[in-house]
């Protein structure tokens, strides 16, 4: 038997197996979500793959939602890891435990529920990956919580940021990127997208990834997510956060502190860029001094737009697999 048929049948073998023990089947939903209580969460997730795998953590952004890695999880769980990508607070069947917890969007929020999830479900260290939202989750915890992360795949490479940093004012064509950052500033802003929220997301979705061919079955499929009660109010403040228009919780001030001097990320990591990505994103140049262990970045061809995982499951599926094998 030669290579290619050997390496065929194992692959074959692998994903059958990964079928049985919960993964999806490549561009299909997800199947019946899990629950459980984590930090001031109940958070709704997907789970693929054997539960005695390797962990993987892979967080979604806006507006999408975990079928961002529809196509990646049953990659990644033929190959015998344990996959876990969770809805963030505001979107799916993810909810507060109590009325009283604010409704708080500011990024270290969004890093303390992974950290608690993951306690949750006992995983002590996992390798993360993460786009748009997801990728700044990701990098955030793997400042804060290195022994928690044993590798990051991250779109659009190094996004922690701070709220002094949002206050320098970018060239005009950078500016007119984040227009709907200034639209959400507003009264008119929020009102405007507790109305036209799917038309915003979907909007998002074609200026962002400008030839990505998607469907309306694959947009409504995520659109779901948008329909959580908190969603509006996580959305308006995680944007109304990065330009000190809202406070944020003090609880969160010392993270916000070592987060705002720009920390370097020492875990091993690997960025990727799509070539056709339309949303607000840095050059790799800017940031590749930042991650300061064992590093790559992978641009990736083809028309693919800021949803990279979605739209190149593979290439993202590939760097996973490369940052957790070092």
């Not at 561009?27 to 019946?32: D, K, L, Q, S, V």
């Not at 917890?101 to 890093?111: D, E």
């Not at 996992?126 to 990051?152: N, Y």
């Not at 060239?171 to 929220?197: D, H, I, V």
Request: glycine share 10%; with cysteine.
């Amino acid at each position: 038997m030669n290579q290619n048929r050997r390496e065929f049948i194992e692959t074959t073998l692998m994903t059958f197996i990964a079928a049985k023990m919960g993964a999806i089947e490549p561009g299909r939903a997800f199947g019946p979500l899990k629950q459980i209580d984590a930090g001031v969460l109940n958070v709704g997730y997907a789970e693929a793959g054997p539960p005695g795998g390797r962990p993987v953590i892979l967080l979604h952004g806006w507006p999408y939602d975990i079928h961002t890695y529809g196509d990646v999880a049953p990659l990644l769980a033929a190959k015998g890891y344990r996959v876990i990508v969770p809805y963030l607070r505001g979107y799916g069947t993810t909810r507060f435990l109590s009325s009283e917890t604010v409704r708080n969007g500011q990024p270290s929020a969004l890093a303390v529920d992974a950290i608690a999830l993951m306690d949750a479900l006992k995983i002590d260290a996992a390798v993360l990956g993460g786009c748009d939202w997801g990728a700044r989750t990701a990098g955030i915890m793997a400042v804060l919580w290195p022994e928690r992360c044993k590798g990051l795949v991250s779109v659009s490479g190094y996004l922690i940021g701070s709220q002094e940093a949002g206050k320098v004012p970018l060239p005009p064509k950078a500016e007119l990127q984040w227009w709907y950052q200034f639209y959400f500033a507003t009264e008119r802003g929020r009102a405007g997208y507790e109305k036209y929220r799917r038309e915003f997301s979907k909007l998002i979705w074609q200026l962002a990834s400008p030839k990505w061919n998607f469907d309306d079955a694959t947009f409504d499929r995520s659109a779901t997510a948008f329909d959580n009660p908190d969603h509006v109010a996580i959305v308006i403040d995680n944007y109304r956060w990065r330009l000190g228009l809202a406070a944020g919780e003090s609880k969160f001030d010392d993270l916000e502190q070592r987060l705002a001097q720009g920390p370097v990320i020492t875990v091993p990591t690997i960025t990727m860029e799509g070539d056709a990505n339309g949303a607000p994103h840095p050059d790799p140049s800017a940031y590749a001094k930042k991650f300061t262990g064992r590093y790559a970045h992978r641009l990736i061809t083809g028309g693919v737009g800021h949803n990279l995982p979605q739209e190149a499951p593979q290439a993202f599926a590939d760097a996973v697999l490369e940052v957790a094998g070092y």
